[in-house]
């Protein structure tokens, strides 16, 4: 069955169970550590229309998280190509797991296993291994967590939907559009305040309305109501990736006493951001993590970073690189 007649099957129960998690579960991340920000997740990719969503994005200046997974990847070249290119376009990859299999019909072995699969062929494309999931449909019940946890996962939720799965039987995009932008026009433009609120959108890709008409109206919308966009790594304020993974290539490699940009290609948390995450477990996720060629640069311990990890690591990096060409002219 194809993905996106999966989901359509069993959304219903998605958002009910989605709903009835989220609030009691504090390993379940739904809104970010600071207001005034939206992180735009966009999940099921990589998908054909990709590319289009990628130039929208970047003629907005908007960066996103891309929550792929791994059998996409692995049946198909462009989609493997779209990694590196969502890499570039400044944003941050993170998992989906690999089949969209529901993972609270899984043995914690069967969940380690989707995790691992995905990150390794995310890897493999991209050079990166996320420590961000999002679990099918949402369903992520006690076993899920836990192995989550251990795994150095950061379980990925949202607290708004664009809901643009029910909607993909519609003839009009633009009503499918209409509809899709419901809960954002209810929840997030006439009732959510920025100096208080943030949130963690839910999109997808795989959908030619979602893409070429949707995607606009969100960001217009979000825009419109002061709040501005960040990638989930500056939303949740740990890192994007595990260590063991390689920097991105669209990193600068920077003259000497330059910093460099941050991971995922967003501006680094404000310093004046709650502070660490208290809810989420951050083993050394790199652990649990197997296979993949050697990495060349490791990102620093997740356990060492708190909300400012993109400073943090934009500082180690400096300093590390200045030692080493100092060392060098030695
Ligand atoms: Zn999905």
Same mark, same amino acid.
């Given at each position: ?269 404000? #310093?004046?951001?709650? !502070? *660490?995450? +208290? @809810?989420? &477990?951050? %083993?050394?996720? $790199?652990? #649990?993590?197997?296979? !993949? *060629?050697? +990495? @060349?640069? &490791?990102? %620093?311990?997740? $356990? ?15 300093? $590390? ?10």
């Amino acid at each position: 069955m194809k993905i996106s007649a999966f989901l359509s099957c069993s959304a219903i129960f998605l958002a009910t169970f989605a709903s009835a998690v989220m609030p009691d579960d504090p390993n379940k991340i739904d809104t970010c550590k600071m207001p005034g920000v939206v992180a735009y997740t966009i999940d099921d990719g990589p998908g054909i229309y990709n590319d289009e969503l990628l130039a929208i994005m970047a003629k907005k200046n908007v960066k996103a998280t891309f929550y792929v997974l791994g059998r996409k990847v692995d049946e198909n070249a462009a989609q493997a190509a779209a990694l590196k290119k969502i890499l570039d376009g400044g944003h941050q990859l993170a998992s989906h797991t690999y089949s969209h299999d529901n993972m609270d019909l899984m043995t914690d072995v069967q969940m380690k296993d989707e995790i691992n699969k995905t990150s390794d062929t995310i890897f493999k494309h991209s050079g990166v291994r996320p420590a961000y999931m999002r679990a099918p449909e949402g369903r992520c019940a006690e076993l899920c967590t836990k192995t989550m946890a251990e795994m150095g996962q950061i379980i990925s939720h949202w607290n708004i939907d664009t809901n643009d799965w029910r909607f993909t039987g519609e003839k009009d995009p633009l009503v499918a559009t209409k509809k899709s932008m419901e809960e954002i026009m209810d929840v997030l433009y006439n009732k959510s305040d920025p100096a208080t609120d943030s949130f963690i959108l839910l999109q997808h890709e795989i959908h030619e309305f979602s893409v070429r008409h949707l995607a606009n109206e969100v960001i217009d919308t979000v825009i419109k109501k002061g709040y501005r966009f960040v990638t989930m790594e500056e939303c949740i304020g740990e890192p994007a990736y595990l260590p063991g993974s390689t920097v991105p290539s669209t990193v600068p490699v920077p003259p000497t006493g330059t910093t460099i940009a941050p991971t995922s290609g967003g501006p680094v948390a404000p #310093t004046d951001a709650p !502070g *660490p995450v +208290p @809810t989420v &477990s951050q %083993p050394n996720g $790199g652990a #649990t993590v197997s296979g !993949g *060629p050697k +990495p @060349t640069i &490791s990102t %620093p311990p997740k $356990g060492d970073v708190d909300s400012s990890a993109g400073a943090m690591k934009v500082a180690s990096w400096a300093l $590390g690189f200045s030692a080493l060409l100092g060392y060098a002219l030695i």
